[in-house]
Each structure stands twice: as C-alpha cells, then as structure tokens.
C-alpha cells in the first residue's frame, strides 16, 4: 500500500500561549480529494501553513511526500493560496503566471520549450487556453481562479493544496471551480487538501471530510460527517442553518 502523501499526528499549535489547534490527526492518500473545514476563526489556514511549513508546530509530526514540511517538500506542491483580484495594471499574461508553478523566479523568458508546453497544456485543462496572451489582471474573478489553479498544476502532478479557493466567487462559479478541481484530481490521480470554511461546498465533491475548530470533531466520508452530533458541536450556533443548508445541497446540488 502507497505511504500517504500528507500525514499528522497528533499535532498542536500555539500563538503565544493560547491553542490554536489541538491534537489534529489525518492523512491524505494518494489520488484522494480530502477537504477541511469548520467555522471561521476554526485554525483552517493555520493548519494549512503548517503543512506546508510556513508555520511551526509545538506538538506532532506532519508529514508532506515523505519529508518534514518545508522547502523541499514544497517543491512537489501544487498551492492556491488565497488571493484578492489581481490589479489590471499587473505586468504579465496568464501564460506568464502559470509558467511560474515551473520556474523558480521570473517569467517566461527564462522558460524552456518544455515550460511553455506545460503551461500551456494546464491552461487547456482548466479551460481557459484562449486567455493565454490576456494581461492577467484585467481577466474576471474566477478566471484568475482557474489561473491560479494552473499555475499549481505546473508545479506539482501529485499533491495540490489550496486555501479557501472560491473566496470571492458566486455560487455557480464555485460550483464550476469544484466541479473542475474534482474533474482534475479524478483525471490526472491527483491527491487534493482544500480548505474552506463552506463545508456544503466541500461535501458535495471530497472523498474524505476533516471537520476541525481547534481540535478535531469529525473526520469520515462526508455523508459520515454531516450526519455526525460532532458536526454540531463544531460549528455551535451556525448548526441549525447549515442543516438546512445541506439538506437542500443534497437534493439539488453538483453531482445529485
């Protein structure tokens, strides 16, 4: 059996003396589409950076391609991070974006054929190859979404990380984002950690489901979760509303 491809144990994390994650335990396998969610201000983006090793942890092992997080498990990394609208005066096509998930530094007149041809083919598989030689700035919200999610593409073909990616978006482009992503990682066997405080989102298209809010109350299949008691005690007073919100996610949403 394949080792997984991001593993955590028992990790906590403080800012200064108060707990900001608690004894969080999961993994992702490889070709797996894992989301995390819970309320806003649960420790999401927290626990995201410190998977990717851009914030310590004080209790635990993570584990990210069989390496400590850090430079050199990132480099097989594919991340979204969020972001604002690009500003329209950005210096740089959408080519020259997404050409920097495969350079270290610069744009594309430090790429090789090679570059150019992957960047271009991550282009054409999140559908917008037309917009290649557009200023990146002065292209719609979730078509800079889905630059981004080239740009991560060209990094890494096993492992992409994104950090509330729909942020922003209205409903049927974040369900045209997700529908995308989980076309993606079905495709190409990519294993996928999204993380978002939308967890109706999340449930129609994750395999898996890690519900935290500083410590972790639910993890399972998200049928598993949205019917766990523990769903409610990590989301409080948000619970009544989200029930109802999943009830008619189930009936009428992506993929039912």
Known sequence: MSAPVVSLEHVSVKRGDDVVLEDIGFAVEPGQFVGICGPNGAGKTTLLKAILGLHPIDAGTITVLGASPGASAQRGVGYVPQRSAIPE??????????????????????ASGADRAAALEAL??????????????QLSGGLQRR???????????????????????????????YALLRTLQ???????????????????????????????????????????????????????????????????????
């Open 89 to 110: 005066s950005f210096p740089a096509s959408a080519l020259d974006v997404v050409l920097l998930g495969r350079l270290a530094g610069g744009f594309s007149l430090r």
């Open 124 to 137: 054409a598989r999140v559908g917008i190859a037309e917009h290649a030689q557009r200023p990146v700035g």
């Open 147 to 177: 630059v981004t999610l080239a740009q991560a593409l060209c990094a890494s073909r096993t492992l992409l990380v994104l950090d509330e990616p729909t942020i922003g978006l209205d409903l049927p482009a974040e369900h045209e984002f």
């Open 186 to 256: 079905r495709d190409l066997k990519l294993a996928v950690l999204a993380v978002s405080h939308d967890l109706v989102a999340l449930a129609g298209q994750a395999d898996q489901l890690v519900c935290i809010n500083k410590r972790m109350h639910v993890h399972g299949r998200p049928d598993e979760v949205v019917h766990s008691h523990a769903l409610k005690a990590a989301y409080a007073c948000e619970f009544d509303f989200l029930a109802g919100e999943l009830d008619h996610h189930g009936r009428h949403g992506p993929g039912h």
